[in-house]
């Protein structure tokens, strides 16, 4: 079973920068894809960003394209999220997830992806 954990989250101004991590454990070998949600307070989830070892691919909301970069480290078992020119609506809990099914198209779905982290803060606010 692979277990999960975020860390990097916590207080930015605006314009700033945080790196998040995601830590797997367990049997990693074996996963499609995992994918950074973030949901902020009365808001649905949303789908930020992907790594796909299934299809080499790497994807990115348009809210976040060309600020966030999505990055894995092999040998650690860590998926990172860079996140620059932080806004106040980037204002979330960040969650990384797993799936072992195909998510090409449809790697923003939140119901395909069968396991997650417990989350980690991220506040922007000056």
């Not at 998040?20 to 990693?28: E, I, K, Q, R």
């Not at 499609?32 to 930020?48: D, L």
């Not at 960003?49 to 060309?66: E, F, P, Q, R, T």
Request: glycine share 12%; proline share 2%.
């Amino acid at each position: 079973q692979v277990q999960l954990v975020e860390s990097g989250g916590g207080l930015v101004q605006p314009g700033g920068s945080l790196r998040l991590s995601c830590a797997a454990s367990g049997d990693t070998l074996d996963y499609y894809a995992i994918t950074w949600f973030r949901q902020a307070p009365g808001k649905e989830n949303e789908g930020v960003s992907c790594i796909s070892n299934g299809d080499g691919m790497l994807y990115h909301a348009d809210s976040v394209k060309g600020r966030f970069t999505i990055s894995q480290d092999n040998a650690e078992n860590t998926v990172y999220l860079q996140m620059d020119g932080l806004k106040s609506d980037d204002t979330a809990v960040y969650y990384c997830a797993e799936t072992r099914q195909n998510v090409e198209g449809t790697w923003y779905y939140d119901e395909l992806y069968s396991i997650w982290g417990q989350g980690t803060q991220v506040i922007v606010s000056s």
